[in-house]
């Protein structure tokens, strides 16, 4: 049994890194937030200490070092995306491994700190890169390196994921601090994408707002449109008043739809992390890499066959 704490205990997020602590036979044994809803907690973890002041937390994570026995293992991190970086070498200082959530870091300098940081302790960073243990993400991309040939495959993908008002009103809606929504709704989508099609060739923005962005990127093996959304307004009619959320994949024009059988992966990715054989800070390179330069981009006119097809009642 593995000793966790979590950074962040009162995030959207953090319930499914509770449960995958519990479902993988370990203890969160403390937990920290700012905020102290946390009642969840009671389910997961009743025995769990918490704290909502850092300090706190930090000197209780030091007492318990002491110890063999009580000494944390893991340190897990969801709290809001700008502060990834220092609750990251915080927790590698204490000396624990850390599991973080997407987005690992704004950009690929503070990667490199990263990696320093990681010599400096000898721990490791590893990213929640969930969307590698979806089985039909797997499935394409089995199927796609079996087919070796230099085609290019034409995807199309959607993603729409509906917030209230509230979004905009909390630390989501200030790019400062979640560095936008291509960034903070898309970064796993483009580590998916990297995943299955290989190297990034190109990379174009063609719209970007505080609710949506669109544009093209070009792998090795794709040429990819795409749009992300938080407007429930871009839902489709097919999806309305039904589901809150539709994550869609066309590849040459056969639809993926892949709204299904995202329940269970952080457990998946916590398995394969505590197994050995998890995602680190160079498999998170690229997609860092990738939102890097789409905050950087400016707008560009899409060329015919590179907008998505959302795009044309966007620009009106």
């Known amino acids: 049994m593995k000793q966790f704490a979590l950074i962040g205990a009162a995030g959207y997020i953090a319930p499914r890194h509770m449960r995958a602590i519990k479902d993988t036979g370990n203890m969160l044994a403390s937990a920290y937030d700012i905020n102290d809803s946390v009642g969840i907690i009671d389910s997961l973890s009743p025995d769990s200490q918490f704290f909502t002041e850092f300090e706190r937390f930090q000197e209780h994570a030091f007492r318990l070092k002491r110890d063999p026995e009580t000494a944390l293992d893991y340190i897990s991190i969801c709290s809001p995306n700008y502060l990834h970086h220092a609750h990251i070498a915080a927790a590698l200082r204490l000396g624990c491994d850390v599991i973080c959530e997407k987005p690992l870091v704004p950009t690929s300098e503070i990667l490199n700190e990263l990696l320093l940081v ?4 000898g721990k490791r960073v590893y990213n929640i890169l969930q969307l590698r243990h979806h089985q039909a993400i797997l499935d394409l991309k089995e199927k796609v390196a079996k087919e070796h040939n230099d085609k290019k495959y034409d995807v199309e993908l959607t993603y729409i994921t509906s917030r209230g008002k509230w979004y905009m009103e909390s630390w989501k809606g200030d790019p400062r601090k979640s560095f936008g929504v291509a960034t903070n709704i898309g970064v796993h989508f483009y580590d ?125």
């Open 118 to 121: 990681e010599q400096e302790t």
């Open 192 to 316: 998916m994408l990297h995943f299955i099609f290989g190297k990034l060739e190109r990379n174009v923005v063609h719209f970007t707002s505080n609710h949506k962005a669109a544009g093209y990127l070009e792998y090795e093996k794709a040429r990819v449109r795409w749009f992300l959304s938080i407007d429930s307004n871009d839902l489709p009619d097919s999806v309305k008043g039904k589901k809150p959320t539709y994550r869609s994949i066309t590849v040459d024009g056969d639809e993926m739809e892949f709204s299904e059988g995202f329940t269970d992966l952080h457990t998946t990715s916590y398995q394969e992390i505590l197994a050995g054989r998890g995602y680190g800070i160079e498999d998170a390179r690229h997609c860092v890499e990738t939102v890097e330069a789409i905050r950087a981009s400016k707008i560009s006119v899409p060329t015919v066959g590179e907008g998505h097809p959302v795009l044309a009642d966007l620009l009106r």
